[in-house]
């Protein structure tokens, strides 16, 4: 006997308010919000590998280039976000140098990590534990703006540190390419359909 599903009885929940919605056709309007109302999101695998790849390209570049510029007294130094963790632990700030690799390093290769697998097991039609992929997404979702920390810090700094000639401190273009790295991460989880891992594991 198959489940009962709301796909099954043609029903589908609004994207933006939650309302739950009959739908005649594949598509339809949300009664109360008027958004656009699908069963499943549209093109979600390929939105979603086409964002993973962009963030996995520009990670690299983030990570190799300098997110903090300090010049101080004429003397200029660079610091990548490793190099930061390595200069706050050696310097006694050991707490806050695993904040920032927490934050910097672990959160946005494991969230990578994460949406790649399940993007993988999605398409392979993998049974293993809907249940518990679906609370990895959750995870990965709600960790992924964390990643920000680092980008934060460097913005107050510049924007509290400017001493004329004496000190300043600028953002370099590692923090470009890593704000850009957060956001795609983002975008990629947000584009990703949790509600296919079910469809495979009962297909």
């Known amino acids: 006997m198959s489940a009962i599903t709301a ?10 308010c939650g309302l739950l919605v009959r739908l005649a056709g594949h598509h339809g309007s949300c009664p109360r919000c008027k958004s656009a109302v699908h069963f499943r999101k549209n093109n979600s695998l390929a939105r979603t590998w086409a964002l993973l790849i962009t963030a996995y390209v520009l ?8 997110v903090m510029v300090t010049t101080s007294l004429g003397t200029a130094q660079e610091d990548t976000i490793m190099s930061g963790v390595i200069y706050l632990w050696s310097h006694g700030s050991w707490p806050l140098a695993l904040l ?3 934050a910097s390093v672990f959160v946005p290769f494991a969230k990578l990590g994460v949406i790649t697998y399940l993007l993988v097991s999605v398409q392979r ?12 997404y959750r995870i990965a ?11 934060y810090v460097v913005t107050i700094l510049t924007a509290l540190v400017s001493l004329g000639g004496l000190a300043t401190i600028e ?5 470009a390419f890593f704000g850009v790295v957060v956001v795609t ?5 947000e584009s990703f359909d949790p509600r296919l891992i079910w469809d495979r594991a009962e297909a």
């Open 7 to 16: 796909i099954s009885r043609g029903l589908a929940a609004c994207h933006d």
């Open 59 to 66: 990670i690299l570049p983030a990570n190799i280039f300098p």
């Open 100 to 102: 920032v690799f927490i």
């Open 125 to 136: 039609g993998s049974k293993w534990s809907p249940v518990k992929r679906t609370r990895m």
């Open 141 to 151: 979702e709600a960790a992924g703006r964390w990643s920000m920390v680092d980008i």
């Open 171 to 175: 953002a370099g273009l590692g923090a």
């Open 185 to 189: 991460t983002m975008l990629a989880a």
